[in-house]
């Protein structure tokens, strides 16, 4: 599969500020890539830099295959929404787009693909209206369309909900996912729930670094890999330790205790997962234990998030 964004050892120095520190980033193209970070991590300025709106202070990228540089050349191949996004409010919606396809190769079809954009992203009703009468929801989806309106090969989308309620929210997600193929979706949030929703890549930013990137369901799998959680009802104080010594555990835990129920976090070796879940059912058997839950265990993104976050803050 081929790149539509890569970045090598790309560096920002602000004056007394490392924002960031030799990112090597490959964006496979079609792909919606969620891009991570607590607030501060230095995802707008990479995303800056990537749109040429701020110059790295070394390393390199590429957008579909054209350097970023001074010049310019690669923005052909982009669409960008800034993470607070500002229009003329003289404008009407459908004049701001008209305004920003100016900049693009001119075509027969620009008019319909205005109007449809307004449909798509939901303001059609306000398209001839000013923007300055917009909500800041409306304005982010004025944002997403004037980024899609040169039809181009990579968006790059900052904090694209940020300003949105449930119902525009849920929107744009859905037209996030539409876009997946038809275009490649590189952008930011700190909304880890919409991450593990609609992207299929993900990577993790902290204090400018990058923490972790991987398909986000590689990612997930990495972190429950070889781990089962347990809950049984009348566990008696050896019953972690008779969950230690079944063929093919590694360690068994205790990690909660609700009323009668007892959670254990169970690891395993490579491969044994399934032969350790019959055994488990068996000492429950044997031992008068009520079996609730004997499964592979699930985390999501944010408890992902959180885990990577720790590890690094306590490496360092």
Do not use: C
Not at 93 to 108: I, K, M, N, Q, W
Not at 159 to 178: F, T, W, Y
């Amino acid at each position: 599969m081929t790149n539509a964004i890569s970045t090598r050892a790309l560096t920002k120095h602000y004056e007394g500020v490392q924002a960031l520190t030799d990112l090597t980033l490959d964006v496979p193209a079609g792909s919606v890539y969620g891009f991570l970070g607590p607030n501060g991590a230095g995802k707008t300025t990479a995303l800056k830099v990537l749109a040429g709106l701020a110059r790295a202070t070394s390393g390199s990228a590429t957008i579909n295959g054209i350097p970023v540089s001074a010049a310019g050349l690669h923005r052909s191949q982009l669409g960008y929404l800034a993470q607070d996004p500002r229009f003329y409010g003289w404008m009407t919606g459908r004049e701001t787009l008209r305004y920003v396809a100016r900049f693009r190769p001119s075509d027969s079809e620009r008019e319909q693909r205005i109007t449809k954009l307004l449909e798509r992203v939901g303001i059609a009703d306000a398209g001839d209206r000013p923007t300055s009468t917009y909500s800041g929801g409306m304005r982010q989806r004025l944002g997403i369309a004037q980024a899609l309106v040169g039809r181009p090969a990579v968006i790059l989308l900052d904090e694209p909900v940020s300003a949105l309620d449930p119902i525009g929210r849920k929107h744009v997600l859905e037209l996030m996912q539409e876009l997946k193929g038809e275009t490649t979706v590189f952008y930011s949030t700190h909304i880890l729930d919409d991450v593990q929703r609609v992207s299929d890549h993900v990577a993790i930013l902290d204090h400018g670094r990058l923490v972790k990137a991987a398909p986000t369901e590689v990612l997930l799998a990495s972190f429950t890999h070889n781990m089962l959680r347990v809950v049984v009802a009348g566990a008696t104080s050896e019953t972690e330790g008779a969950l230690r010594t079944l063929p093919g555990v590694t360690a068994a835990t205790l990690a909660s205790r609700e009323g009668d129920a007892s959670t254990y976090e169970v690891t395993t070796v490579e491969g044994a997962g399934a032969d350790v879940q019959r055994a488990i059912t068996r000492l429950a058997v044997d031992t008068g234990l009520t079996l609730i839950s004997n499964a592979a265990e699930t985390l999501d993104l944010e408890t992902v998030f959180l885990r990577l976050i720790d590890q690094k803050e306590v490496a360092a």
